[in-house]
């Protein structure tokens, strides 16, 4: 796929560095600690155990986390190159 003077294979490792990347800023946030919660903290909803097990520390019923998460802001669209229509040349 990689055109021009780009090197073979040169796609694949963007895509991988890009991985790389993202992985390890979510393995670098805090992860939860202590007691998981048997109601959740927002809605009070029973939390089903398997998901205490699961996930240590939880606070949040699905629905509620699920809703946490679909607030959030995506982030930049810029890619490695630094502008956002540089990989579609």
Do not use: F, Y
Not at 25 to 36: C, T, V, Y
Not at 40 to 69: F, M, S
Not at 75 to 84: A, D, E, H, T, V
Request: hydrophobic residues 30%; charged residues 30%; glycine residues 10%.
């Amino acid at each position: 796929m990689a055109g021009g003077w780009a090197k073979d294979g040169a796609v694949s490792e963007q895509i991988e560095a890009s991985i790389s990347d993202e992985l390890a800023r979510l393995k670098s946030r805090p992860a939860l600690q202590g007691e998981s919660l048997t109601h959740c903290a927002d809605c009070e909803e029973e939390i089903p155990v398997a998901r205490q097990r699961a996930i240590p520390g939880v606070k949040l019923c699905i629905e509620c986390q699920q809703e946490r998460d679909g607030t959030l802001k995506a982030r930049g669209g810029l890619n490695r190159r630094g502008s956002k229509d540089s990989q579609l040349k």
